[in-house]
Structure formats: structure tokens, C-alpha cells
């Protein structure tokens, strides 16, 4: 069964840079696009970034995300307080013919 | 503003169904597929299907192939959910989200989300 690996947590200071790592397989980031989520308790998740790299209307540009090979990244630059939630990634599986995210990365702001 | 409302909180036994409905405003129902995911406490999120709103034609996860069945009414722009043979995993919030059109699991709007709570 696939699986999409990112780290439970990451923290910085404000105005530090985090970047959150997402690691795939041929099946998933290897042959399709990546897309990332914050997600504030309470709340629905915001959709950040889709298609590896292109930001919703609304998004500011501190967050940005790449995909190489078979992992895909999520930057945050000038870290804010109110970045404080938890960030999934996620894209289509082609072995289980789903939608597949990952596990989430709780990020805490210092 | 484009916004998925969702019913509210349901509370079921073991063994009994569900049905959680999404309904869609200021945009053309018909453009994007509409998905469910759910989150149960203290875990993840997990994409559980994805239905177009254009053919009816549907796609869920393999686990849980054979309990759930997603339909929409076009004439109110509507999606539903429906879960049977419930069991106390499967109690988590679910969400209906708009997908990006041309993208796989992108989406763009989401609804409030439902509680199901699935107790004896």
C-alpha cells in the first residue's frame, strides 16, 4: 500500500523559513502532481499550493512548494504566528486509484 | 460567495447508515467533481471518494468499496454521502471539497464539515 512520509513536526522562530518534506513513490509523486494543506484545528482545511507549485487566489507568496523525483517540499517563508496549524500533502496514487495524503506535519512557530 | 454547506452533526449505532449532504452555491454545480475526506480523531486526513457532478460516475477508496455510495441532484446542486454498516472507526468529521478542474486531488472549497459519531 502506498504511503506519503512527511515528518510529524517541524518549528521555527517568526520570520524563519520552514520547509516541511513530503516523500512519495513512482506510483504517487513520481507520475503525478502534489498539492499541500493547512489545516487549523476546528476548521476545514485551506488548500496552499496545487499542481507542485501554483497558489490559490489568496495564497501569499511565503508559501511555495516544488516536487522532484518522487518527493515534493512545502516552504514557509517569514514564518508567522498564524502559521501555526498542520500541513498535508497530497496526491493522486495510481496503484490504489485514490487520492492519497499524507500524514501531516504539525508545525509550531517558537 | 462560492461556498459547500454541509448538514449537521449525526449521532448512529454500529451497523446503521448514514447520509451527509453538500450543497453547493454561487457556482455552476456542474464544473467540478465534488470529494469526501474525513478526518477521524486524532489521525490524518483520508480521502474516502470522489463523485462528477457532470456524469454521476464515481471512484472511492478501496476500503470502503461496498458500504458507500455518493450521489448528487443536479436540481439543487446538491451531493450526498452515505455510509453503511457503520462501525466505530468510522466515527470522524466528514468533508465535501470542490475539486480544481483539470487537477487529482486539489480542492479548492470545502465545506463546514459533519461530525459522525458512531456509538452503542
Known amino acids: 500500500q502506498s504511503v506519503l512520509t512527511q515528518p510529524p513536526s517541524a518549528s521555527g522562530t517568526p520570520g524563519q523559513r520552514v520547509t516541511i518534506s513530503c516523500s512519495g513513490s513512482s506510483s504517487t509523486i513520481g507520475s503525478n502532481t502534489v498539492n499541500w494543506y493547512q489545516h487549523l484545528p476546528g476548521a476545514a482545511p485551506k488548500l496552499l499550493i496545487y499542481s507542485n507549485n501554483k497558489r490559490p487566489s489568496g495564497v501569499p507568496d511565503r508559501f511555495s512548494g516544488s516536487k522532484s523525483g518522487t518527493s515534493a517540499s512545502l516552504a514557509i517563508s517569514g514564518l508567522q504566528s498564524e502559521d501555526e496549524a498542520d500541513y498535508y500533502c497530497a496526491t493522486w496514487d495510481d496503484s490504489q486509484n485514490g487520492v492519497l495524503f499524507g500524514g501531516g506535519t504539525k508545525v509550531t512557530v517558537l | 460567495q462560492v461556498q459547500l454547506v454541509q448538514s449537521g452533526a449525526e449521532v448512529k449505532m454500529p451497523g446503521a447508515s448514514v447520509k451527509v449532504s453538500c450543497k453547493a452555491s454561487e457556482y455552476t454545480f456542474t464544473n467540478h467533481a465534488i470529494n469526501w475526506v474525513r478526518q477521524a480523531p486524532g489521525q490524518g486526513l483520508e480521502w474516502i471518494g470522489w463523485?462528477?457532478?457532470?456524469?454521476?460516475?464515481?471512484n472511492s477508496a478501496q476500503k470502503l468499496q461496498g458500504r458507500l455510495t455518493m450521489t448528487t441532484d443536479t436540481s439543487t446542486s446538491t451531493a450526498y454521502l452515505e455510509l453503511r454498516s457503520l462501525r466505530s472507526d468510522d466515527t470522524a468529521v466528514y468533508y465535501c471539497?470542490?475539486?480544481?478542474?483539470?487537477?487529482?486531488?486539489?480542492?479548492?472549497?470545502w465545506g463546514q464539515g459533519t461530525v459522525v459519531t458512531v456509538s452503542s
Open positions: 471539497a470542490r475539486s480544481v478542474v483539470g487537477t487529482w486531488g486539489a480542492f479548492d472549497i
Open positions: 463523485i462528477s457532478t457532470y456524469q454521476g460516475n464515481t
